[in-house]
């Protein structure tokens, strides 16, 4: 849920509009009646409050306190109880000298949780962002993100041992056709639920005009068993109304919705 957005003008524009997205949002999330929501960039409790209220038939709120909000910007909400929240710190974030000091400051991790009374765990992950738009194995960015992924690929072997399914979501920064997804795919031995999409999950409109957007959100399930059923859908693709003056993209990035049978 990309809510400040500074790579174009466009983007910093959207981030003024803070108040009515978010409880546009909270509108749109709610009809859609998900059992576990998944949220990045929740980075302040006035944000939180917003979607918290918007968000009333979801009891169980997970997320790490930090001095300005969630940390990592990272919410889940769920109809069900949650269990055994915990938030790990990516150990490598990069450095001030890279433009890393965004990951720095927004402590970018990994929250998990366990629904109650169920084998299912949920880990919602911010990667570090890419400040320069490139995925390809020589970049700056990419040992940190390979860290990373190493790390969060881990964190889904351990979780699976205890026989849970595991579903990993959020936003990765790194690109579908690259090096880093399938090291990704490799090292979890995950499956991608949104495999068959090959489209952006950041509108272009928010992107530099000399770069191509890539689909950087993934939603991806672990476990030695898989879903029965599987339907997905995207979230937030068109611009809607949010006032009485201003049509806007809710969000920079398209959300991700599935449905899965997990016996």
């Given at each position: 849920m990309g809510l400040f957005s500074f790579d174009t003008l466009h983007g910093f524009l959207l981030s003024l509009n803070i108040t009515d997205r978010v409880k546009t949002i909270g509108d749109h999330l709610a009809k859609e009646s998900a059992d576990i929501i998944m949220l990045q960039e929740v980075h302040t409790y006035f944000v939180l409050r917003m979607l918290k209220k918007k968000l009333s038939q979801y009891p169980y709120v997970a997320y790490q306190p930090s001095w300005f909000g969630a940390k990592g910007g990272l919410v889940i909400f769920s109809k069900h109880p949650l269990e055994q929240v915990s938030y790990i710190n990516y150990k490598k974030r990069g450095s001030f000298f890279n433009k890393s000091f965004v990951t720095r400051l927004i402590q970018n991790g990994i929250l998990t949780a366990e629904i109650k009374n169920t084998s299912v765990s949920v880990c919602n992950t911010y990667l570090t962002p890419n400040m320069d738009y490139d995925h390809s194995k020589k970049n700056r960015f990419t040992k940190f993100s390979e860290a990373q992924l190493r790390q969060l690929a881990e964190i889904g072997k351990?979780?699976?041992?205890k026989g849970n399914h595991?579903?990993?979501?959020?936003?990765?920064?790194?690109?579908k056709k690259g090096y880093l997804y399938k090291v990704f795919l490799?090292?979890?031995q995950a499956t991608d639920l949104f495999a068959h999409y090959n489209s952006p999950t950041k509108i272009q409109e928010f992107y530099p005009k000399n770069k191509t957007v890539e689909r950087l959100d993934y939603l991806f399930h672990i476990g030695k068993t898989k879903p029965k059923e599987i339907t997905t859908t995207h979230l937030f693709t068109e611009k809607v109304k949010i006032n009485n003056k201003t049509t806007t993209y809710l969000s920079d990035h398209i959300g991700l919705q599935a449905t899965l049978d997990i016996a």
């Open positions: 351990i979780l699976t041992q595991v579903l990993i979501g959020g936003d990765f920064n790194i690109d490799d090292l979890s």
